[in-house]
T-cell receptor, first 110, second 112 residues
């Protein structure tokens, strides 16, 4: 089983719609969770950290379910500029390394 | 504020030639530094990471090596490139005690 698993997509979503991605992780000792965004042929950029209580940043909402070991990202009122690959990222306590999922590709259709 | 630089941005090299990619970080001290490779259409593969000068951990045995001659400088090298070394090479840093990583713009390497 992969340490971090994501649905690769692609998700093709009309502009203005709401889209949700899920990600599962295998190590119950994982402590820190993030969503990164990667545009085509560019470096990944931190989108948001995921906190236990869930957190929101504008149109983006991240949730963590420790019992089921999954993380979600919800994008509301999607924009054309949201088209990108979204990477689920996990850190295990005491480890300087991050484990990246292979990403979910999202395309917003006008 | 912190910035991370990588160069060159693009590189085309023949098989068997040497490689040297450089990464520098500004605006922070004692960062953790990382080298990743991303093959076309694939996920990020961690190659090396460093928690301090001359402290390098290798994640994948291969013909690449890394060095950290200064606190904020991380170098990826190879003596002889293989075709399979082609890819997008990304350097990243994280702060002491924090886990978010911040990436440089990357070097796109094509080995012919």
């Amino acid at each position: 089983r992969k340490e971090v698993e994501q649905d690769p997509g692609p998700f093709n979503v009309p502009e203005g719609a709401t889209v949700a991605f899920n990600c599962t992780y295998s190590n119950s000792a994982s402590q820190s969770f993030f969503w990164y965004r990667q545009d085509c042929r560019k470096e990944p950029k931190l989108l948001m950290s995921v906190y236990s209580s869930g957190n929101e940043d504008g149109r983006f909402t991240a949730q963590l379910n420790r019992a089921s070991q999954y993380i979600s990202l919800l994008i509301r009122d999607s924009k054309l500029s949201d088209s990108a690959t979204y990477l689920c990222v996990v850190n295990t306590f005491g480890n300087e390394k991050l484990t990246f999922g292979t990403g979910t590709r999202l395309t917003i259709i006008p | 504020s912190q910035t991370i630089h990588q160069w060159p941005a693009t590189l085309v090299q023949p098989v068997g030639s040497p490689l040297s990619l450089e990464c520098t970080v500004e605006g922070t001290s004692n960062p953790n530094l990382y080298w990743y490779r991303q093959a076309a259409g694939r996920g990020l593969q961690l190659l090396f990471y460093s928690i301090g000068i001359d402290q390098i951990s290798s994640e994948v045995p291969q013909n690449l090596s890394a060095s950290r001659p200064q606190d904020r400088q991380f170098i990826l090298s190879s003596k002889k490139l293989l075709l399979s070394d082609s890819g997008f090479y990304l350097c990243a840093w994280s702060g002491d005690g924090t886990w978010e990583q911040f990436f440089g713009p990357g070097t796109r390497l094509t080995v012919l």
